[in-house]
């Protein structure tokens, strides 16, 4: 079972940038694994933010698509995600998962139920 410990949050004022990390432990390898950040506000449902398939395909959420940057470093066994131009909207607990596997469909990177490996969360804040 792939272990995941996110770090990188805080708060920022709108506009700024954070870069989250998510490091992969009790497994050899996560090239075999898809992998993708999702968050999750007060009172509202976990939704996908982006996501990296095992080709390094990715897929990004409507809203954060063009601001934020998912990577990964495979030898590092970490997962990054930048993000650029914060609005206090994006203002939640970030969250990385991991799958076994290549995605069947590429809305299948952007959505919680596709993922059972997940890590304990960072909260990011964006105050305006």
């Known amino acids: 079972q792939v272990q995941l410990d996110e770090s990188g949050g805080g708060s920022v004022q709108s506009g700024g940038s954070l870069r989250l990390s998510c490091v992969a432990s009790?497994?050899?390898?996560?090239?075999?694994?898809?992998m993708g950040w999702f968050r999750q506000a007060p009172g509202k449902e976990r939704e996908g933010v982006a996501g990296?398939?095992?080709?390094?395909?990715?897929a990004y959420g409507d809203s954060v698509e063009g601001r934020f940057t998912i990577s990964r470093d495979n030898a590092k066994h970490t997962l990054y995600l930048q993000m650029n131009d914060l609005e206090p909207e994006d203002t939640a607990t970030y969250y990385c998962?991991?799958?076994?596997?290549?995605?069947?469909?590429?809305?299948?990177?952007?959505?919680?139920?596709?993922?059972?490996?997940w890590g304990l969360g960072t909260q990011v804040t964006v105050s305006s």
């Open positions: 998962a991991a799958e076994a596997g290549a995605a069947a469909h590429e809305w299948h990177l952007l959505a919680p139920t596709h993922f059972s490996n």
């Open positions: 009790e497994v050899p390898s996560i090239n075999h694994y898809r």
């Open positions: 990296m398939d095992t080709n390094g395909h990715t």
